[in-house]
């Protein structure tokens, strides 16, 4: 299948020999007018401008299941013969192969992938390919081919990030008790456990997926039936076409069916907020990797040199996948856009919804299969972690937790560590260096047992709440993820 459609050529609008003479039909006379109504033909300029065949020709299997199950329930109301259905079938048949083999041609005189499929299949098997689109409109048409397609992706996409969030859980089990300094205004917190860190990108993908699947039961609606606007005065079984292409059911209006994108629009948001997620992942592994974190190295088949500073080692898959947030969360805005100031019902305003569209899958389809190689091939350096962890007083909070378990207020528990912790920073030492005595001197009630609790696994130990970042709560996560994983 060639991506960009060939120029106009006059060549292609010539019917086969087997084809019945009023088989050149308005279609193949498109290039020149649309019907007897019109008295001149497009310019080459206005023809590229309005064909989408560029890019909609990655629809066509979507549309010709959805002629199909058309076609079928044509025949089964008795609005076309069943020796009509069999040439259509025929012809489809054909014509897929052709396409598969990279034998089709493309024609940008006929717009779209609707009508470049439809013309093929009347020149193919004559009037039974003119009697296909009875009760049928491009409008609809092409808002059940894109919802087919769409339903697709998303399966596929949900996929991915299921093998994503695998290779999170298994890093996260790995590096149950690795510690690493928990930030709030990327200043030291509290240690948590790096495990415990990797599982909230987890919780961000899992929610993810939560809305995918959502919005694919609103993608899962057939519009066929809708035709252009206006529903049909054909017999049609509706529901009959919805089961054979295992939707959920049919849309209950035809001019919302026709022209409503916003199933198009909550899946780019969905999409957006899987794009968020991983960059806000980047970021992180973007600093991690830098000399002063020096927490993580990437495998150096995610990474590029410098052309010029030779100990460069640029993480770029992970800045990359942080701009192109940007362009997805970009056709997210664009799609809105294009909605918000349509009349019902169609209006070739809709054309513009698949560039976005496309893009996004694409774009969100890498950037999730490079994650779950990457995140499987991170290079974990607890050391440097851990001495983070010790610097920045990240215990504090512990201090002041035990001073209330031996009575003091929290308020006045958090004054006297604050105390503490202006000593320690004056003498150059970290809170469990300070003797018991200095200590003591910030308040009585200290005791030798205050260094378990100054510990970064005491620390860490001691939350152990549910969602908390003790360790045997991330491995209980784990387990949980688990299960739901599979
Ligand atoms: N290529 C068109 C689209 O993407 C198909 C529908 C055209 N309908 C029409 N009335 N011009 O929206």
Known sequence: MSATPPSPSPAAASPTAATPSPAASSLDRKAEAWSALFSEPMSELVQRY??????DHRLWRADIEGSLA???MLAAQGIVSAQDLADIRRGLGQITADIEA?????????????????????????DAGKRLHTGRSRNDQVATDVRLWLRGEIDQLRGLLAALQRALVDQAERHAEVILPGFTHLQVAQPVSFGHHLLAYVEMFARDDERLADVRKRVNRLPLGAAALAGTSYPLDRERVARTLGMEGVCQNSLDAVSDR?????????ASLVMVHVSRLSEELILWMSQ?????????????????MPQKKNPDVPE??????????GHLVGLLTLMKGQPLAYNKDNQEDKEPLFDTVDTVRDTLRIFAELVAGLVVKPEAMERAARRGYATATDLADYLVKKGLPFRDAHETVAHAVKLAIAEGRDLAELPLERLQQMHPAIGEDVFGVLSLRGSLDARRVVGGTAPEQVRAQVARHRGRLG
Do not use: M, Y
């Not at 309005?50 to 890019?55: K, L």
């Not at 990279?102 to 004559?126: P, Y």
């Open 292 to 308: 002063n974190f020096a927490f993580v190295d990437l495998p150096d088949r995610f990474c590029t040199g410098s052309s010029i």
């Open 50 to 55: 309005t064909a989408s065949i560029g890019f």
């Open 70 to 72: 058309h076609a079928e």
């Open 102 to 126: 990279g034998r089709f041609e493309w024609k940008l005189e006929l717009e779209d992938v609707h009508l470049n499929i439809e013309a093929r299949l009347t020149q193919l098997v004559g």
């Open 320 to 329: 990359l996948a942080r701009g192109k947030t940007g362009r997805v969360v």
């Open 262 to 270: 916003d199933f198009a629009i909550e899946f780019s948001a969905a």
